[in-house]
């Protein structure tokens, strides 16, 4: 039985809850109205007549589930018990509004997603993708940031609740397929500077962070500062992507003069080798792609896509709706001499327009 409309036309914490409450104690009246009193009742059931029906701890409907918060529950204990993974806490977080629940408090439990679009009538939820290049132990022009800046941006990130998502997560949201929670982040390094491994690497591990890593082919496994195949690989087991930069890293836009037959030529090279090298040395072959300098048309939109690429990057510095455009997805390029209030600049998370 169900015991509102559609799942869609009301999601108010609120509206769910008094329904959900409504229904119990209507449920509980009806069971008592179907029960005949004896014509003399003995004091003994007199006085249990007159206690109120016990309300149950948990109560469920197909989309959710209110339960009385018990000490020591928070989001993350209740997602692991009612949603299968402590991971899913940030549905509870924003649904009711809260991170922390009272002993006693009814606590809402959506069993699914409620705004797969990320869209409301105030506007719609940008997801923004972090761009970075080469870490050292000191800043060396615009791409080679301190370690010492890299940590405190992806502390600043921890501390203030900020999910960093994988490609899978973030490909199904432009699908349509998830929702996300409001402060939900990509991370991406490029080329495949082996100083990912010495320094990104461990202050990631660190916060519980993922990342993407764009390589271009004929960069990889050159010499003592770019990453080797094998060390790709192990990344890759360890829940960082691997995902393509083309072969060159070269311009992959039709230069001036190049005949139609040499841009074909070129072409096949920079977006086919990868993806045969990635399935001999990883197993897999890429579904993504950053354009080299961010730099595409539309004929190179097409190329990527008929190739069998999945989605590509610009550089672009703007955050993406779920219905930003798979093969022209904004990231926003982090430099060295970015100070934290510039880097904060690069995180917005919402886009105000006037839906109704």
């Known amino acids: 039985m ?5 799942f ?3 999601r108010s914490r609120e509206t769910v809850l008094a329904r959900l409450l409504s229904v119990l104690f209507l449920s509980t009246v009806i069971a008592g109205c179907a029960t005949t009193a004896p014509m003399s009742p003995t004091s003994e059931e007199l006085s249990q007549a007159v206690k109120p029906p016990a309300v149950p701890d948990v109560f469920e409907s197909e989309e959710f589930i209110v339960v009385m918060a018990k000490p020591g529950d928070n989001p993350q204990s209740l997602a692991a018990r009612f949603l299968g993974a402590a991971g899913k806490s940030w549905m509870i977080e924003e649904y009711n509004g809260a991170a922390s629940f009272s002993p006693g408090q009814q606590v809402v439990i959506p069993r699914r997603y409620w705004k797969l679009a990320g869209v409301d009538p105030t506007g719609y939820q940008l997801v923004p993708v972090l761009c970075y290049h080469n870490i050292a132990p000191q800043a060396k022009g615009r791409l080679t940031i ?3 800046t890299f940590e405190e941006q992806m502390r600043y990130l921890k501390n203030e609740g900020y999910r960093v998502l994988n490609f899978a997560e973030f490909y199904e949201f432009l699908s349509l397929k998830r929702q996300l929670p409001q402060r939900a ?11 990912f491994l010495q320094y990104a690497y461990p202050i990631l591990k660190e916060f519980g962070f993922t990342a993407t890593l ?6 990889v496994g050159t010499g003592r500062n770019a990453l080797s195949w094998p060390e790709l690989k192990k990344l890759a087991q360890e829940g960082f992507q691997i995902e393509a930069h083309t072969k060159s890293h070269s311009d992959l836009r039709r230069a001036s003069g190049e005949s139609e037959n040499d841009y074909l030529r070129r072409m096949k090279a920079e977006l086919d080798q990868p993806r045969s090298l990635f399935e001999r040395n990883l197993g897999s072959v ?4 950053a354009y080299p300098f961010g730099a595409q048309d539309d004929e190179v939109a097409r190329r990527v896509r008929d190739t069998g690429y999945s989605a590509a990057f610009t550089v672009r510095r703007q955050g993406n709706a779920s219905f930003v455009d798979p093969f022209r997805i904004h990231r926003s390029q982090i430099y060295s001499d970015m100070s934290l209030d510039d880097f904060l600049r690069n995180l917005t998370l919402f886009s105000r327009e006037d839906l109704k």
């Open 214 to 219: 764009f390589v271009y082919t004929d960069y």
């Open 286 to 289: 890429p579904r993504m792609l």
């Open 185 to 195: 982040v990509l991370l991406t390094f490029d080329d495949g500077y082996k100083s």
């Open 146 to 148: 301190a370690v010492k």
């Open 2 to 6: 169900r015991f509102w409309g559609s």
């Open 8 to 10: 869609h036309d009301d």
